[in-house]
């Protein structure tokens, strides 16, 4: 199974687990599992249409998926999955 | 509310003070005790922006990674992103919050002709719409 590690402040919505180990033949696959074992995570992962927020970049070990296949990305036992967020700004 | 220990603290100072009057950015390491966070790291990390580094930075996702990946190995938390603003004050501008994350705290230093002058905190909301000021301590508080 590939695992999804859970960023510090997500794991209140994942019973405090760090990572959590998921069902799924791809990232797609592996994150609706994700979020139907914590349904609490989904607001803070997809907007309310089912996409991604904009923050939320998905890597599977070094990889983004963005250069990938996306959210139909493979995955397989042995796979690291991290969620990892866009971050910029600026004084204007 | 979040602490910055002494020793971040000065990473912190240091590496926006170095980068002026670009602005700097990076990660915050610590722990988080109910709704006390306490910074015990500071990583300093590229400004990845392609252009005026003056008024903007950017975050490489691969370098926030690398910050999750320290924190997990040194038995903290990520748990949140300074970033300066050169010659303004430590507000959090429209550009800070639509490109900010909700998950963690965003602390502000303005740098005023080089030297530091102050910091605030601040939490986006979900919706990067507003951001709430957090309380801050740190050693030149």
Known sequence: MPKILIPTPLRQFADKKDSVDVAGATVGEALAALTTAHPDLKKNLFTDEGKLRSFVNVYVNDEDIRFLEKDK???????????????AGGVR | MITVETQPWSVMVDHAQATYPNECCGAMLGSIDGD?????????????????????????PEDLLFAEREARKNGMDLIGIFHSHPDCDAYFSKTDLENSCPWYSFIVLSIQQGKFHHANSWLPNMEQTEAAKEELTHPNA
């Open chain 2, 36 to 60: 006390v966070k306490t910074v015990r790291l500071a990583l300093p990390l590229d400004n990845a922006y392609e252009g005026a580094q003056r008024e903007r930075y950017e975050l490489r």
């Open chain 1, 73 to 87: 990305t493979a995955v397989a036992g042995g796979d690291t999955i991290s969620i990892v967020p866009s971050i």
